[in-house]
């Protein structure tokens, strides 16, 4: 395939677990965080340092007339406050570019200017001797702002955003084939209006920002960063008019990331700029409510579709408008979440003609990007209702409609004529229905279906459902990873990607301790840190394990190469008889004796070595994994579900994920990446929602209001890991595993939701609350 | 600037004295006047358990507790759990062995409420202790390995064989 670099490093690795990879061990990350000895935004602290509080809109819209901090800044221990004015020269928070043009003007300020546009914007910022005086001086900041309806439907007419601007910046339009044409010759018609609630990542830990200016080497410094760090680095260096290598970032643990943390925030900026301005390390640690508030909602999205099917119903045409509740400003995301949406949307599926026109809507409400699987999770509750509905229409099983419409593995690699992100959608490998034989057997389907027929007999309100999707990951275009051995033998690990929480450390080891032959435990891993690798990519989109693990493995590979190279000369043995076992280069034919370990090799290449004369000196080396396209996981959810009669509340009682991701390199992290993503995904289908009232204050403020499922609610979850389609676009043929745990949960329950209401096509919006469940029941009621 | 007092107290085992504002809950205490940052912040309003530690051994969310309030007990935090020569607690060496981790942020709290929750129910079903950590929100590993290294640790301390 092209997309990837070939060499000699490109050695792919046999299928099947090896030494290391393919391995259920424990991670590296453990042990501080079990003693209570990790280092989160909250625990950084450093000398001097002040604290920042921020003053946020009580008013979902409004014209900001006056801020008012003199009695605020009279407070002893206050230091500064900033408006809008003492930040003017600061341009908004910008966007990684696409191909959408025009969105500038809707970008966020980083305090308010004349108008706030949403319950939380930052419209001023306190800083003080301590966490607590800062707080008491924000109360203190008199704000007036002369209220204006607020905007609060994104499906209703665009309204005004600002003079000669509406709050419709743009609709992505993607399509192909003759759709009308698939219409008139249908031999049926089925349309829907379905809605998906409005969501975020809610990580535990909140999101905090500490920035501190070293005078001594003009070094800004900004800790507690995440997901993104270079290029959060570049643009904080560009915002504030410094070059990029006098600013650094620093990534601690993360406590969960999600999609929402680690974006560039106006705080952030905030903080970097009053470190540099009063010359004391600055420290901001948002609180649970300002998460709810201020950091980046998601998903909030209503789709009016049509499906065109012929007479046995394969799929002729779909046709999509779709709403996207984008909030008050357009973010560091752009019009992403709409284009991944509008992307991939038709799924597992064969279709022959798509039209799609997502419009991207500005709304009074907190602003929007990513939250795992994003753009997926919304489309496959929408594409997969499509499903159910032609199945209920046609009278065909619903699981035999799905076959019907399955790409082939014959037609892979299979390329959709779309585009997700500028990269062309090519499903590069798969073998769908084997997937979903393998998912009905392990769930038990059949015997299910009779179970639930008995049940139903006894009174009982019992269904199942399912749905497959299919998830992207290994974003490109590069990760770049840099290994060397040092003189004790240490093998250290520095990697452009970040880590949220996932266990990233312990996967790029178990890769590099792979193809070096050592092991996987003593190698330190360094990333999340603009001072030890010039660029990065980070961790976001299921990317990590496949772009910084390939460039993991390709650059083992070549210490390795190396280490054989420099040994054998020494050894008088030819390479090509040697390995290395536990960092010691010895005999392949298992022969300990003669033998050179890893550390002696170093000292070898070291820089006083004569060896190296002329040459550069280490036993280290860099390399950087290219793609051009995405690698396409996929799987299927099955849900079993009984509805209280007298509650309305739908319990969960069983739930299988199946799921191909090519390669598992630790299939205990992976488990973990699915159940976790699977309970957040429960908690969009059943309980999450940021409700707001009618002039647009936000009902969600607490986790009294925004329901995230706990222990209890959790079914008897199996996973079940496929590994039939490996990526042939990288060495390890890995896909990525961070979001198909989440993709298909709504859709799964809404069609078991269904069933147990006897109601085909009764849940249209998520999350399925109670309230709306009783109306369902009401309604079948005689 | 607010009022204090000088409080004594026993934290990890250790007797402490220090200045605390009274306004200070006992979270913020314990991390930054105490500098014992394993107990985490998550909420601030008493739902997530993050900030869970043991005063006299039972389990108390030390963001709903002032530190003055704390004056005179003995208080327990993550910090305290292993023993004197590093050796990880049943329930910590547990949670590594069974990925009841992710980005570890609720884990000190997850594993306060478990040790008082263990030393009352050596022998727990499943269910009890789902009901027992069902105060403390997990937004990374969606409970279950929690759950198996709650029921593995407490094989362990009954001293069963795996
Ligand atoms: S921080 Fe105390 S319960 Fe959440
Ligand atoms: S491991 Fe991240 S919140 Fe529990």
């Not at chain 1, 999609?259 to 925030?265: A, F, I, P």
Request: glycine letters at 10%; a negative charge.
């Amino acid at each position: 395939m092209d997309g990837t670099t070939h060499g000699p490093d490109d050695a792919r690795m046999a299928a099947g677990p090896g030494e290391a990879v393919g391995r259920a061990v424990t991670r590296l990350e453990d042990p501080p965080l079990v003693r209570g000895r990790g280092l989160f935004a909250a625990d950084v602290n450093f000398p001097r340092q002040i604290h920042m509080r921020v003053v946020r809109a009580e008013l979902a819209h409004g014209l900001l007339r006056s801020v008012d901090a003199t009695a605020a800044r009279a407070l002893p221990g206050v230091v500064a406050v900033w408006t809008s004015a003492d930040v003017a020269e600061i341009p908004s928070i910008p966007f990684r570019a696409t191909k959408v043009q025009g969105l500038e003007p809707y970008c966020q300020p980083v305090l308010a200017r004349d108008r706030v546009r949403y319950v939380g914007e930052p419209i001023a910022a306190v800083f003080a001797e301590d966490a607590y005086l800062a707080e008491d001086a924000a109360d203190l900041v008199a704000v007036d702002i002369e209220p204006l309806p607020a905007v609060l439907d994104a499906a209703a007419p665009p309204a005004e955003f600002a003079p000669g601007l509406h709050t419709e910046p743009t609709i992505v339009r993607k399509g192909f084939g003759d759709v009308d044409a698939a219409f008139a010759m249908a031999h049926a018609v089925i349309e829907l209006d379905l809605s998906v609630g409005r969501h975020s990542g809610v990580p535990l830990e909140t999101r905090g920002a500490i920035a501190r200016y070293d005078a001594a080497r003009d070094l800004l410094e900004l800790h507690g960063a995440a997901k993104k760090q270079h290029w959060n680095r570049d643009e904080i260096a560009r915002l504030l008019g410094r070059p990029p290598s006098s600013v650094h970032l620093f990534e601690g643990h993360v406590g969960g990331g999600f999609g929402v943390r680690g974006e560039l925030y106006p705080e952030d900026l905030l903080a970097c700029a009053a470190a540099l301005r009063l010359d004391r390390p600055v420290k901001w640690i948002e609180d649970r409510r300002e998460n709810f508030l201020a950091t980046n909602h998601s998903r909030q999205q209503r789709h009016r579709i049509r499906a065109a099917v012929d007479a046995e119903g394969r799929l002729l045409a779909i046709d999509d408008v779709f709403f996207h509740d984008q909030g008050a400003y357009v973010r560091t995301h752009g019009a992403r979440v709409v284009d991944l949406a509008a992307g991939m949307l038709p799924g597992p599926y064969r279709l022959p003609a798509y039209r799609v026109a997502g419009h991207f809507r500005l709304t009074n409400k907190t602003p929007a990007a990513t939250y795992r699987a994003p753009g997926r999770y919304e489309t496959t509750f929408v594409r997969e209702r499509l499903m159910d509905a032609i199945a209920t229409r046609l009278a065909i099983d619903p699981i035999e409609l799905r076959r019907r419409n399955l790409v082939a593995t014959a037609e892979m690699p299979y390329p959709r004529p779309l585009d997700v992100l500028g990269s062309d959608v090519v499903l590069d490998s798969g073998d769908y229905a084997k997937l979903l034989d393998q998912a009905l057997d392990r769930f038990g389907w059949k015997a299910l279906r009779e179970s639930i027929a008995a049940r139903r007999a006894s009174g009982e309100c019992v269904g199942a459902g399912l749905a497959f999707f299919v998830e992207k990951s290994g974003l490109g275009p590069s990760d770049g990873v840099r290994i060397t051995v040092d003189h004790t033998g240490t093998v250290e690990l520095v990697s452009g990607a970040a880590s949220v929480g996932q266990g990233v450390d312990t996967v790029l080891a178990q890769i590099c301790a792979e193809a070096l032959g050592v092991g996987y435990s003593g190698i330190r891993v360094v990333r999340g840190r603009t001072d030890r690798i010039e660029f990065g990519n980070g961790a976001h989109a299921s990317r990590v394990t496949v772009m910084s693990g390939s460039a993991t493995w390709q650059a083992a590979q070549a210490v390795r190469a190396m280490a054989l190279e420099t040994a054998a000369p020494l050894l008088q043995l030819s390479p090509e008889v040697l390995t290395i076992r536990d960092g010691i280069v010895q005999r392949k034919d298992g022969a300990t004796e003669p033998s050179m370990t890893l550390a002696e090799i170093a000292r070898q290449m070291g820089p006083n070595s004569p060896a190296m004369r002329g040459r550069t000196p280490g036993l280290t080396a860099e390399k950087w994994f290219w793609s051009d396209h995405m690698t396409y996981p996929y799987g299927v959810h099955c849900a079993l579900v009984c509805i209280d009669r007298g509650t309305g509340a739908v319990k969960v009682e069983r739930y299988l994920v199946a799921n191909d991701i090519g390669r598992a390199i630790n299939p205990m992290l992976v488990e973990g990446q699915i159940a976790g993503g699977f309970a957040q995904g429960l908690g969009g289908a059943l309980y999450e929602e940021f409700r707001y009232d009618e002039t647009g204050q936000p009902l969600s403020t607490t986790f009294a209001d925004y329901l995230i499922p706990t222990a209890t609610e959790m079914p008897a979850l199996d996973v079940l890991i496929a590994e039939d389609a490996p990526s042939p676009l990288n060495p390890l043929g890995i896909k990525g595993a961070g979001e198909g745990g989440t993709n298909a949960v709504g859709a799964a329950i809404a069609a078991a939701v269904d069933d147990a209401l006897g109601q085909p096509g009764a849940v249209t919006t998520l999350p399925i609350l109670p309230g709306t469940v009783m109306r369902l029941l009401d309604r079948a009621a005689p | 600037m607010s009022e204090t007092r000088r409080i004594t107290l026993i934290v990890n085992g250790e007797h402490r004295e220090a200045e605390t504002p009274v306004r200070q809950h006992l979270a913020d205490f314990l991390r930054g006047t105490l500098g014992l940052t394993g107990t985490h912040v998550g909420c601030e309003h008493g739902v997530c358990g993050a900030c869970t530690v043991l005063v006299d051994g039972h389990a108390v969310r030390a963001c709903l507790m002032l530190a003055v309030q704390a004056a005179g007990h003995e208080v327990t935090t993550v910090e305290g759990l292993s023993l004197a020569d590093g050796t990880l607690h049943p329930l910590q060496q547990a949670f590594c062995d069974h990925h009841g981790l992710q980005c570890g942020f609720c884990t000190p709290g997850m594993l306060t409420t478990l040790v008082e929750f263990l030393a009352e129910h050596p022998a727990p079903s499943e269910e009890e202790v789902r009901l027992a950590i069902s105060g403390n929100i997990c937004r990374c590993t969606g409970y279950d390995s929690i759950v198996a290294a709650a029921l593995a640790a407490a094989r362990a301390l009954r001293g069963d064989a795996a």
